[in-house]
Structure formats: structure tokens, C-alpha cells
Nanobody, 138 residues
């Protein structure tokens, strides 16, 4: 089971930017899905974005409506890292952000990502990081 480590969180003013990183403990060159999930105090987990890859050069990206045009998910295979670039941040984006990975090749990675961002369903993601805090001040 791969280990995930998030970094890049912090305190930023509304309208600012942060880039979160999710680094895996080992090489993940095969099919995978990596999702970004956030949880604000007193609220349920919410799938924010997801990237699914069948090969190292074939990536599909998924977002919830509230972050479309502001957040961008990307993958650097050479660094075993998935990024979440967050621009035009709002106070409502304040939460602990987790990355989660599905490396089971028997899974449809696109389906796994759609489950995250459309249904807040995370059962297909077996590996989770510990999270990084993002705080956006008004």
C-alpha cells in the first residue's frame, strides 16, 4: 500500500493562491486515481478534485463546480507527485485537505474520480495522507 504525504497548506488572504503537493512513497507509473478531499470543521468530507491516469501521459481531471476555474489538479510522474493549484481562494475553502489514491488496476479510474467529485464516495481510495490545513482569511 502506497503512503501519501501532503504539503503546501497555510494561511492566505482571500484572493490568494496556494499549491498543495501529494507525494507518494513509491513509484506509481501504472493506472491510478488521486483525489483531493477536504473537510471543514463540523462538516462532512467533500471531494474537490481528482486526476485519473491510464498511462503516464494520459490524464483526465475532475472538479466540483465550486472550484472549477480556480483549482487545477496535475501530476508530475518523475516526482511521484500530484499537485492541487488553488487560486482565487475564498474563506469557504478553509479546511483540512487530504489526498487519497486508488492504485487498483482492476478499477475504472475515471469511475473512481467521478465517485469522489460527484458523490463524495471514497471507498475506492485505499491510501490516504494525513492532511494539510488551508486557512483563508477574509
Amino acid at each position: 500500500q502506497v503512503q501519501l504525504v501532503e504539503s503546501g497548506g497555510g494561511l492566505v488572504q482571500a484572493g490568494g493562491s496556494l499549491r498543495l503537493s501529494c507525494t507518494t512513497s513509491g513509484s506509481a507509473l501504472g493506472p491510478l486515481a488521486v483525489g483531493w478531499v477536504r473537510q471543514a470543521p463540523g462538516k462532512d468530507r467533500e471531494g474537490v478534485a481528482c486526476i485519473s491516469s491510464l498511462t503516464t501521459s494520459d490524464n483526465s481531471k475532475y472538479y466540483i463546480d465550486s472550484v472549477k476555474g480556480r483549482f487545477t489538479v496535475s501530476r508530475d510522474t518523475a516526482k511521484n507527485t500530484v499537485y492541487l493549484q488553488m487560486d482565487s481562494l475564498k474563506p469557504d475553502d478553509t479546511a483540512v485537505y487530504y489526498c487519497a489514491a486508488n492504485l487498483n488496476p482492476a478499477t475504472s479510474m475515471g469511475h473512481a474520480c467521478r465517485q469522489v467529485v460527484q458523490r463524495n464516495e471514497f471507498t475506492l481510495f485505499a491510501s490516504w495522507g494525513r492532511g494539510t490545513q488551508v486557512t483563508v482569511s477574509s
